[in-house]
DNA sequence: TTGTCGGCCGATCGCCGACAA
DNA sequence: TTGTCGGCGATCGGCCGACAA
């Protein structure tokens, strides 16, 4: 799983999970340890966003070390400090509604959506997304409306309901280097989408 | 679960399974042993049927004792050498399309299904049917076309995308002494549906 | 007797701009 | 700027008899 996908749609909840270790009394409260890898999991049901961490005890004396020395990556060797432009939304009743489409604000069309030919009437294109799971998502863009705004019409229901969106859960749109995807959620948690870059050779409408 | 309605069921495809006890050397090819009970259950998800049987090794001089004197029965003490009438019926393409509804063969309709007023035009009725999970499903069961056929209509299709009929599975309509139910099958194992008797106050037409 | 088909009608889906927050 | 609504046209579900195997 991308690793800057996962920190988008883990970016909003990676405070509120507790873990139980069972406290044995064995071990003491804090133990130094050395991250030895992260790997980025979704779960495959309900797109939940997880990491799985390998933890290496360390002595005291070698922390300043790996610090200095080390720097944190992931299994497939990313830097974790690359942060590729996203953009997240709660669904409102509207979007979440069987029928209906999906309002894309302004700010997220024009930054992380690929570029719209604003001179075919009505604007429009066709998006393709990628979710966690790798699966390709297709949908039309369009600019309309008085007064003019950004839709995702064709696709989005069918989107709704095999992720079983409802109102309040949130989606992620996410801008990476090279094409990609778009992920759903359960039930609360961020859906995730990646957006290929404007030169992009799939959308229908897209030039330049 | 009922024991005439998972002999219905598991009557067509006793004789399928193969249970591997791991060939292990030590232990005699044969035992003579004792069923001690019977339970039938059901898988939640794929309705198929299994039986869950307690044996209690015996040794060979036992064996004449328990045939005349130990009657063969379920948990709940149910003889089993009773057979309610039941029919089965492998679903054709029309039975499993979309939309369409369920073709009830003459002999099943007349000896299966509470009787049907034959003087209102045209003859239907509401049949109630149980399955094997206890849930309660509702059909039109109505009597029309040239020539003259019975079919299950309104409810039917809502059955099938439940149970994820598909053609080639198998119902099997069963007809006990109080009131039943209907079960439904995952993949090629059959469906079993019981019948209320005629005088059932349940049949919105059903008279006597 | 019953499996499949086309017709047909009503329900739902889903796209649209209007309007207002 | 964007959330919600009513409208309305297209599609689909589902009931029907015709017909033939």
Chains 1, 2 share one sequence.
């Not at 979704?42 to 790996?66: G, I, N």
């Not at 999906?102 to 604003?118: G, K, M, N, Q």
């Not at 801008?175 to 050779?201: F, Y």
Request: net charge neutral; glycine share 8%.
């Amino acid at each position: 799983l991308d690793s800057k996908l996962w920190h988008a749609c883990a970016g909003g909840m990676h405070s509120q999970g507790i873990v139980d270790f069972g406290r044995r009394p064995r071990i003491p409260s804090y133990l130094l340890c050395r991250v030895f890898s992260i790997d980025y999991m979704a779960d495959e049901e309900t797109d939940e966003v997880f990491a799985r961490m390998k933890l290496v005890p360390s002595r005291a004396d070698e922390l300043d070390y790996y610090r200095e020395n080390v720097g944190l990556q992931d299994s497939n060797g990313s830097d974790l400090s690359e942060k590729p432009p996203s953009f997240a939304k709660t669904l409102t009743q509207s979007d979440a509604n069987n029928g209906g489409g999906f309002s894309v604000p302004r700010y997220c069309a024009e930054t992380i959506f690929p570029r719209l030919d604003y001179s075919a009437d009505p604007p429009a294109q066709t998006v393709l997304a990628k979710d966690v799971h790798g699966e390709v998502w297709k949908f039309r863009h369009i600019y309309r409306g008085t007064p003019r705004r950004h839709l995702l019409t064709t696709g989005w229901s069918s989107f709704v309901n095999q992720k079983k969106l409802v109102a309040g859960d949130s989606i992620v749109f996410l801008r990476t280097e090279r094409g990609e995807l778009c992920t759903p959620s359960g039930w609360n948690t961020p859906s995730a989408i990646c957006l290929p870059p404007p030169p992009g050779g799939f959308s229908l409408f897209s030039r330049e």
